[in-house]
């Protein structure tokens, strides 16, 4: 079964209020359209990567350049610290990494 963005931005926006713990109320706004460009991303990726346009080395390019994206945005707009939001990323993205690594028959979400 495909992956599906709605999907996969509401179990990470459900990890990303554990990760952000003290926090979230305060960058939620600013978090929740960021994770779902990650999602978007994912299914694209995985689309790519079916349709035999994306190998795994440039889908995980791919992926790495949009949480670099991410991580800039959460900083420069809430004044956490980077390694803070590399942390809360990591913890939110292992909550769709089973089903995600599943999908693409590759661990896109491993060792991230």
């Known amino acids: ?3 599906e963005t709605g999907s996969l931005a509401k179990t990470m926006v459900g990890a990303a209020e554990g990760a952000f713990a ?23 990726i995985e689309a790519n990567v079916a349709a035999g346009n994306y190998s795994q080395d440039v889908a995980k390019l791919i992926l790495r350049m949009q949480l670099r994206a991410t991580q800039s945005v ?6 956490l610290l980077l390694l803070h939001v590399e942390q809360a990323l990591n913890q939110i993205l292992s909550a769709i990494a089973g089903v995600v ?7 896109l979400l491993a060792g991230i």
């Open 22 to 44: 003290g926090s979230w109320q305060n960058i939620k706004d600013y978090t929740i359209p960021e994770l779902e460009k990650i999602a978007s991303t994912i299914v694209s």
């Open 74 to 79: 959460i900083v420069a707009t809430t004044g």
């Open 101 to 107: 690594n599943k999908a693409l028959g590759f661990p």
């Open 1 to 3: 079964m495909p992956l």
